[in-house]
C-alpha cells in the first residue's frame, strides 16, 4: 500500500471520524432521528471536546501528534479524558432519562480495557474502533458490516504502512474491537 493512500484510509479510518459517523447511523436506525437527537449531540459533544483537548496539548507540546501515537501519552490525553467524558455521557443520559445508559458505559469499558492493555502493549485504537463497529453493523444491515469489516482491515493494514503500529498491535485491536462488537450485539 502506498504511504499517501494509507494516510487517506487512516485518516478517514481514524476513530474521530467513524465513530460518531457510524454509531450516529445506527441509533438512528435504532430509534429514529427525532429521538436520536440528544444522544447524537452528545456524541459529537464528546468527540469535540475531545478533539479540542487533544489539538491544546499537542500544540503545548505534551503529545507529538494528532494520533497520539507514542504508548505514554495515551494516559493523560487519551483513555483518562475519554473515560471521564463518557462518564458524564452516562450520567447525562441517566438523569434525563434517555436510552443507551448501558451502551454508553458498555463503550467505556471497552475503552477501560484498551487503557488496562496499554500499560503492557500498545493498542491501535482505529483497529478496535473500526472493528468494534463492524460487528455492530453487521448484525443492523449485513452487506454494510461485511464492507466495514472489508475497511476495518484496510484501517489496520495502513496504520502499519504508516509505521504507527505494528502486526501484533493491530491484530490485538482487531481481538478486542471483534469481541466487543460481538458481546455488544449479544448483550444489547
Keep these: 500500500m502506498h504511504p499517501r493512500l494509507a494516510a487517506i484510509i487512516s485518516t478517514v479510518g481514524s476513530p474521530f471520524v467513524l465513530f460518531p459517523v457510524i454509531a450516529s ?11 436520536s437527537m440528544p444522544a447524537i ?27 497520539v501515537s507514542d504508548r505514554t501519552q495515551r494516559t493523560r490525553n487519551v483513555y ?20 443507551f445508559v448501558l451502551e454508553t458505559l458498555y463503550v467505556g469499558g471497552l475503552l477501560a480495557v484498551c487503557f488496562a492493555i496499554n500499560t503492557v502493549k500498545k493498542i491501535s485504537l482505529h483497529t478496535v474502533v473500526a472493528t468494534y463497529l463492524s460487528a455492530l453493523l453487521l448484525f443492523h444491515h449485513l452487506g454494510w458490516g461485511v464492507a466495514m ?40
Excluded: C
Excluded at 50 to 62: E, S, W
Excluded at 173 to 181: K, L, R, Y
Design 41 to 67: 449531540l452528545a456524541l459529537l459533544a464528546v468527540f469535540a471536546v475531545l478533539g479540542v483537548f487533544i489539538l491544546l496539548r499537542m500544540k503545548r507540546g505534551a503529545i507529538s501528534n494528532l494520533d
Design 25 to 35: 447511523y445506527l441509533t438512528i436506525q435504532e430509534i429514529g432521528v427525532r429521538q
Design 80 to 99: 483518562l479524558p475519554s473515560l471521564g467524558l463518557i462518564g458524564l455521557v452516562a450520567l447525562y443520559f441517566w438523569w434525563t432519562k434517555q436510552p
Design 149 to 188: 469489516f472489508l475497511a476495518a482491515a484496510l484501517i489496520a493494514w495502513s496504520r502499519v504502512v504508516l509505521g504507527r503500529h505494528t502486526r501484533t498491535e493491530v491484530l490485538l485491536g482487531w481481538v478486542v474491537g471483534s469481541a466487543f462488537g460481538l458481546g455488544h450485539a449479544w448483550l444489547f
